[in-house]
């Protein structure tokens, strides 16, 4: 079954630091871009941080530049995204995207909640 599973939300305060996951199961990650997107209720859902297929190239919402860091693990067949001081605007549900580097196909996750609050 071919899936993306995003793990490591939770709640934390302003400051902390979290480490998503997202694991791919079921096809192999290394063939496509990586991307992080958060939603909150009521508003669109922002691309927060992408990573091309070699991890050659990555890019950030200014919002999160110097805070966020995206790398995948091909090995492990998982993408993260490392969140450092985060501020209670990053809540939102954060979820991972699968973009085909050459074939036209896309994977979403289920996404996971990530709460900033003191």
């Known amino acids: 079954q071919v899936q993306l599973v995003e793990s490591g939300g939770g709640l934390v305060q302003p400051g902390g630091s979290l480490r998503l996951s997202c694991a791919a199961s079921?096809?192999?990650?290394?063939?496509?871009?990586m991307i992080w997107y958060r939603q909150v209720p009521g508003k669109e859902r922002e691309l927060v941080a992408f990573i091309t297929d070699n991890g050659g190239i990555t890019n950030y919402a200014d919002s999160v530049k110097g805070r966020f860091t995206i790398f995948r693990d091909d090995a492990k067949n998982t993408v993260y995204l490392q969140m450092n001081s985060l501020k209670p605007e990053d809540t939102a549900v954060y979820y991972c995207?699968?973009?085909?580097?050459?074939?036209?196909?896309?994977?979403w996750g289920q996404g996971t909640q990530v709460t900033v609050s003191s």
């Open positions: 079921g096809f192999t990650l290394r063939s496509y871009h």
């Open positions: 995207k699968a973009e085909g580097a050459v074939l036209v196909r896309t994977y």
